[in-house]
Nanobody
Framework: QVQVVESGGGVVQAGGSLRLSCAAS????????LGWFRQAPGKEREFVAA????????YYTDSVKGRFTISRDNAKNTVYLQMNSLKPEDTAVYYC??????????????????WGQGTRVTVSS
């Protein structure tokens, strides 16, 4: 069983930055893919970013490219989502997910069996 715990959410003004962290328990963390998804009020959950296991590859949804960066520290069993130039439309609950999906499923929620409880990000205009 893999446990996933997010942290780092909060309230920030438009144009500001936040860094989300996701700690995942379990062996062989370096082989797991980690994904960030978000769900805004009244909307469906959507893919934000993902990072594969070794060798690492990263994936982003178009709306966050150039603003968000996903990275991982395998020594700490942690993945990060650095969010810069935040916009009000980034407001959502952000979820971290862990799994071993094939690369073509890295952007799909169904590729990840383990999910955190979510952390709320609010961007004020």
């Amino acid at each position: 069983q893999v446990q996933v715990v997010e942290s780092g959410g909060g309230v920030v003004q438009a144009g500001g930055s936040l860094r989300l962290s996701c700690a995942a328990s379990g062996p062989t963390f370096s082989t797991w893919a980690l994904g960030w998804f978000r769900q805004a009020p009244g909307k469906e959950r959507e893919f934000v970013a993902a990072i594969s296991g070794t060798p690492e590859m990263t994936y982003y949804t178009d709306s966050v490219k150039g603003r968000f960066t996903i990275s991982r520290d395998n020594a700490k069993n942690t993945v990060y989502l650095q969010m810069n130039s935040l916009k009000p439309e980034d407001t959502a609950v952000y979820y971290c997910a862990a799994g071993r999906p094939p690369n073509h499923f890295l952007t799909a929620a169904r590729g990840y069996p383990y999910w955190g409880q979510g952390t709320r990000v609010t961007v004020s205009s």
